[in-house]
């Protein structure tokens, strides 16, 4: 038997999964890791913590392997998931961070957004992306601008630029500076056609190539780990978070689609092997590359899901912790007209408004605690009927069924509201780590281990959940007409409430 380790850093938490060749899962270790929030709408990592906390699962998740009477010189390759996005500068001399990482959703941008968007250039016509707070080209104007100790180091060709996937390799393999293109379709640099980072948008955004990690795909040898507890094993595989849950979910054909549930939610939809540019508010990505294979998606990103429920426990102490949401929601029928509009960060796709903000629209005496934990599942689900809607329009494919994944997935009142609201059946996997299997299945067709997406495809699949819908139409659109309404009143928040953190 032959085994694939799984690097799996994300958000607000790093794992290290191991599976064997029929894609079960083996045993695995996982750590959280912290949030830093300097001002209001701030987000930051500290990048050496990002790194010495993914060498910690891996030697515990070996550890325990070992344990399990398992050899790991049978670990034949490595994959590496993580989070998108989120930027990244350091000094190539010395290996030292040059500023914290720069989360995906940090909002600090706000202002930059505004003054790039005026320049009237159509970056999406070329990377598929809109100007906007979310993607990495944005933090790294800023940084240039704000953060003298990066300038310097750009202009005397010391510093170099990476999404964590980068850093993370960068690292390991003592000095390989590349990326992968489902990543790099997420800086705002790339062109999408071409896969390789594009003149025009570099000049606009001024960024200096010399900084730049090299494309590669998402499936071939990027180098052996050169200490630490991987010592000697090879990287083979590398995915952002949603690209890896995709391919974890096998969406290998055109039409396909799956929603991935994490501290934001992402859903994908395979377009075929050219890109789609979105009318509707939708981004246009890599889904991933396998060898000379690129499979190109459609993608619709909420910025705010399973951190809503976190934000219930620790801001409002209405959970102990975050599984107890089902139960608290599962006591009342409905959210007693109550909406939650969670844009924290501002909204995501389908409408782009850095303006808005985190809105509870409905609350009257009547309202309790059961009822705003309902509202804030239901939140999730009225936001992916929105970009399911576009999708429509985009791709014109008619879905019949969503595949999802991810923390809130394990939550039945979310499924079973998803599927009402969507109006067709949820397909939810008995084993859920499907990021990290995508990982994986990078990292084995790379070393031999599966030959094309047919063999994926046909590896055994545990049972699924499916909740079909119980709503007719009527209560469905007249639902989302009410949500629609309360997504309304969230927008131009930050023109009333003006912050000058940037």
Same mark, same amino acid.
């Given at each position: ?46 990048? $050496? ?10 030697? &515990? ?49 706000? $202002? ?138 096998? /969406? ?9 549930? #994490? ?5 994908? =939809? ?16 890599? #889904? ?16 705010? !899901?399973?951190?809503?429920? $976190?934000? =219930? ?7 102990? %912790? ?35 903000? +985190? ?18 599942? &239901? ?34 009142? /979310? ?17 859920? %780590?499907?990021?990290?299997? #995508?990982? !994986? ?14 063999? =994926? $495809? ?19 659109? +007249? ?6 309404? !309360? ?16």
């Amino acid at each position: 038997m032959r085994y694939i380790g799984a690097i799996d850093q994300g958000t607000t938490s790093s794992r290290f999964l191991i599976f064997d060749d029929q894609g079960n899962l083996i045993t695995w270790h996982q750590l959280e890791f912290e949030q830093y929030y300097p001002r209001p709408g701030w987000i930051e990592h500290d990048p $050496r913590e990002l790194l010495n906390v993914v060498n910690e699962c891996a030697a &515990e998740a070996l550890r325990k392997f070992g344990m399990m009477g398992y050899d790991t010189d049978d670990i034949k390759a490595i994959g590496i998931t993580n989070q998108r996005e989120t930027t990244l500068i350091w000094d190539r001399e010395t290996g030292e961070p040059l500023y914290n990482a720069i989360v995906w959703g940090d909002t600090r941008t706000n $202002r930059v957004v505004k003054v790039l968007k005026a320049k009237e250039f159509d970056a999406q016509s070329i990377c598929g992306l809109p100007i906007h707070n979310y993607f990495s080209a944005v933090k790294l104007y800023w940084l240039q601008h704000k953060v003298k100790k990066v300038k310097e180091a750009i202009d005397s060709k010391r510093a170099l630029f990476g999404t964590v996937d980068t850093w993370l390799i960068w690292n390991l393999t003592g000095g390989v500076h590349v990326t992968d293109a489902t990543n790099a379709s997420r800086t705002m640099l790339m062109n999408l056609k071409t896969r390789e980072w594009d003149k025009e948008l570099m000049d606009f955004f001024e960024v200096p190539e010399h900084i730049l990690p090299k494309i590669v795909s998402s499936s071939e040898h990027y180098g052996d780990v050169k200490e630490g507890p991987l010592k000697g094993m090879p990287l083979m595989g590398c995915l952002g978070d949603q690209q890896a849950a995709f391919v974890g979910q096998k /969406c290998f054909s055109e039409g396909e689609a799956k929603n991935t549930y #994490g501290t934001g939610a992402f859903l994908l =939809l395979n377009v075929g092997d050219e890109p789609v540019f979105s009318k509707n508010g939708l981004v246009s990505t890599v #889904g991933y590359q396998f060898g000379s294979h690129v499979a190109y998606a459609l993608e619709g990103s909420i910025s705010v !899901a399973g951190a809503a429920v $976190r934000w =219930l426990k620790d801001n409002f102490g209405i959970i102990k %912790e975050a599984g107890d949401v089902d139960a608290l929601a599962g006591k009342v029928e409905d959210t007693g007209g109550v909406m939650f509009v969670t844009a924290f960060s501002g909204l995501f796709a389908p409408y782009w408004r850095d303006d808005a903000r +985190g809105t509870l629209v409905g609350l009257t005496q009547y309202t309790n605690k059961c009822h705003i934990a309902r509202a804030t599942l &239901e939140a999730v689900c009225y936001s992916t009927r929105a970009i399911l809607d576009a999708m429509k329009e985009d791709g014109n494919v008619d879905l019949k069924i969503l595949k999802v994944d991810g923390g809130m997935s394990s939550s039945d009142v /979310c499924m079973q509201t998803q599927s009402n609201v969507l109006g067709i059946p949820v397909e939810r996997p008995a084993m859920r %780590e499907t990021t990290a299997l #995508g990982a !994986a299945f990078a990292a084995g067709w790379a070393a031999g281990i599966w030959k094309d997406v047919e063999e =994926l $495809r046909g590896l055994k699949v545990d049972d699924a959940t499916v909740f079909e819908t119980q709503w007719d139409e009527k209560e469905r659109e +007249g639902n989302f007409t009410i949500w629609e309404e !309360a997504v309304q009143r969230s927008m131009g928040w930050t023109d009333v409430l003006r912050d000058d953190d940037d």
